[in-house]
Structures are given as structure tokens and as C-alpha cells.
């Protein structure tokens, strides 16, 4: 995700500050950048010139220090772990200007939570993009309790400028996205593991008949079964709902390691 949202920023004219761990993953991201633009020269989105344009606005730091007093716009896409954002966003909120607006990119985490830990709240957004980013249009914008209108509006008018749809909702669990989403999964995977279809079955229906680009197993080895299982927990225990409580098949799949797309196995096999 923080690969697709660098590569729009950069796309879009920003100059982008990419802090990661060490460069050896910075320069996998940045060849992965490469790949998508040279996709969107095949579709006619990119010109040669605007790629190299793209990849000189990305610069690689290992942290925030060099490039803080700079920094307008923030945008955090590390994984969902609520105690590393936490982290995280405690030790970016010290190194930031007051007028720095702060945005982290969650499937499911508490904006208000986050926004609770860095000194101005109020500056602080949910940016949900879309998996890919380049290619998807929507940008769930989650306004913390703490959020203001002058943030909001900012991020909508940043969204927009990145060629996105932003649609703003409220903070609660699993937002508007995931909140509708997730239980759909979350029942075919019930619908397989009590044996009413087969995997191709419950996909082919809901793409036949619902006009699903994919299926809810494909799509859900496509997000990843482990972020899957961790949002309908945190749905689970944000409404203390039996209806968001996870499938026990995903639970065995995620413990034995089938993720999906990531690591070669999930509901479908991947080479």
C-alpha cells in the first residue's frame, strides 16, 4: 500500500519523502514503482517522460529527522498492528510543524486512538486508499472525534488532486468500506467451510451474478487472510456482535500460514 500511495503522489507532481526501514526495501518498492509506470505507459496514462519525473520525486530516508521541518502532509502505511502505528505516530507527531496535517492509511484501526497520541489531534485523518492504488478511484477520508473541518477539507482537496473520489465517513469500526465488505467474506468462507459450494462455485456466483470484478475468496487471498482476520476482529470487539465473529476456517488458515497471494497459498493456490 505505501508503495501505490508513493507512486500517485510522485505521479501527481509532489515531491515525496519515502522513509522505510533500509534500502534494500526502499529499492524492491521503487522497482515495483518502475513496473506499474511502465504498465501505465502501455495504457496510454504515462508518457516515458513523466515516468522518470515520477521516480525523481521520490527520495529515500531511513527516518523522519532529515526531512521534518519540511514535511506538509504525512501519510503512515505500515502494517495493521495498533501498537507499532501507535509507536509510530508518537515519535512523528514530536518531529512535525504544528501545521503538518497527519493521515494514516488503516483498514480497520481507530483514527481517534491514533489522533489521541500526537500533540494536535485535530490535524489528524484517516486516507484509506484502495487496493491498487494507482488504479482504484475511492479514498475512504475517516474523520476522527478529534478531526477539523479545515483537515478535512484539506485531505479532500489532496485526494482529489491525486485523480481520487474521496467520500468522507465517520469513526467506527471497519468504517463504511470494510464494515460491508468483511462480513461478506467472511460468510462465503463459512458457506465453504459448511460445505455448500465449492471455492470456484461461491466466486462464480458473486461474479456472475453480482458483478463482482472477483470473488470473495479470490478477493479475500488477494487483501491477505490475515489483514481480513484482523479487521473482523476488530469488528468483533468493537460492536461485541456475534454476527462479525470470524469464520474458525480463516482462523486455521491464517495460524497455518495460508495468506493468500502473499505467500503462494490461501483459498487458491499461486505460483
Known sequence: MGTGIAHVFAQHGYEVAWIEVDKSRWEKSLATVAQNA???????VLTPEEKEALLRRLTFYTDINGVSESIEFVVEAIPEDVELKLKVWRSIGERVSADTILATNTSSISITRLAAVV??????????FMNPVPVMRLVEVIRAHQTDEATTQKVIQIAKALGKEPIVVQDYPGFISNRVLMPMINEAIYALWQGVATREAID????????????????????????????????????????????????????????????????????
Not at 511502465?38 to 496510454?44: E, F, L, N, T
Not at 500533540?119 to 484509506?128: D, Q, T
Not at 476482529?233 to 456475534?242: A, C, I, K, Q, S
Open 38 to 44: 511502465d504498465r501505465q505507459i502501455k495504457k496510454g
Open 119 to 128: 500533540p494536535r489531534p485535530s490535524r489528524f485523518i484517516g486516507m484509506h
Open 204 to 271: 462464480g456466483i458473486m461474479k456472475l451474478g453480482m458483478n463482482h470484478p472477483m470473488g470473495p475468496l479470490e478477493l479475500a487471498d488477494f487483501i491477505g487472510l490475515d489483514v481480513c482476520l484482523a479487521i473482523l476482529r476488530v469488528l468483533y470487539e468493537g460492536f461485541g456482535d456475534p454476527k462479525y465473529a470470524p469464520c474458525p476456517l480463516l482462523v486455521n488458515m491464517v495460524q497455518a500460514g495460508y495468506l493468500g497471494r502473499k505467500t503462494g497459498r490461501g483459498f487458491y493456490e499461486y505460483s
